[in-house]
């Protein structure tokens, strides 16, 4: 952990208790800073309650009274708080300057950052990253928006470590001196548009990824969304990827090809999907800029076949084949998965309900046999099907799908729950409803 004193003796509020709150307490205790955490839950764990008081972390639990930023010098929010909340709106008047935990991580960490963001894949180019790291005998540290926070990883790294770190918009938006050696950009479409109230707004926080970069780093940006980039003041490296037209990774006749050089066949590589192939060139940009080696790649390349619950291949059930794609919680990412498929497919989707049409879904369903529907937007999903001319049903979560799709499939027929929509109608998060649906398959075994 690289010594930083611009948190010394400063008043600082952590809003909300979870694990990016957890982590920003024990860094900013250990840089000498005045913590009040608060919270809208009661406190109830004992033992950190005990462990906060001893190194005079105050706690203010089940509110958040504004008279707390009367001498606040700083608040590092949860990134999942809108900065609609009153308080954080009141903090904003008074010029108070709000973060997230990744600004932290910015300043103690002695290794270097890459940090990979985009509406879609970028969790898979983070594991993918570290994946080549690791096959080249290095110690990448997974962090950021995967789960474990950015602050910890820090705190863990050494100088010849490196941080892989998937950021979100909610992330970036909490950003003001944050600044990777690498950024990476899959790409940016419409998203959380009921978090950020506007396109422009998620652009811009993607885009802020780069705004600190100077000459010495690298962006690495999808050459399709070149034009997102124009007007703004960019001082570092551009690379591009593009899996249709020349770039500085791009594909030539059936091969991966990063500036200029052949890496290996595509047929070769495992991952499934053609949206993986762009997640895949994005990487080896990273990768090369890393010095990982062209064997390193390759066998990463051969053997990662993805991760749970993005196009994940679970098996098969009397000859039809179970992926789980909880991760999907958009149009786009349901859009690449429908597109992986050229079987028959039994849909399952559904889940909260942000006002978004499911229309432009129908141009990659027309494998579509069968929709099986749950959550808030069931109703839509079942106009869906009616407009597609294909029967759907109704069930109550991903589990009790899973046997209704089994009565419905036939050998070389595809189960593929695909949501397209978030999980927190039903669940905490994505990762507890493709277990869920993971559950209900392994009970056909």
Known sequence: MKSFSGYDNKNV?????????KSAVDALVRLNANVTLTTNEVFSDEEAEQKYKGWGVEIVDGHH??????NADLIVKNPGIPYTVPFLKEAADRNIPIITEVEIAHHISEAPIYALTGTNGKTTCTYLLGEMLEQNNEHPILCGNIGYPATDAAMEAADNDSLIMELSSFQLMGIREFRPNIAVVTNIYEAHLDYHGSVEEYRNAKLSIFKNMTEDDLLIFNKKQAHLLDGHDIKCRIEYFDADGPADACTDNGQLIV???????IKDIVLKGDHNIENILATLLAAHAHGVSIDAVRKTLTTFSGI????????AAEGVMYYNDSKATNNLATSFALKSFDTPVIWMAGGLDRGQTLDELMQYAGHVKHIITFGETAAKFTALAEKMNVPSELTDNPYTGVALAHRHAVPGDTVLFSPACASWDQYKDYERRGDHFKEGFAKLN
């Open 13 to 21: 509020i952590v809003l909300g208790y979870g694990r990016s709150g």
């Open 65 to 70: 009274p504004v008279n707390l930023l009367n």
């Open 259 to 265: 500036h200029g050089k052949v890496v290996m066949p």
């Open 308 to 315: 749970a619950h993005r196009l994940e291949r679970l098996g």
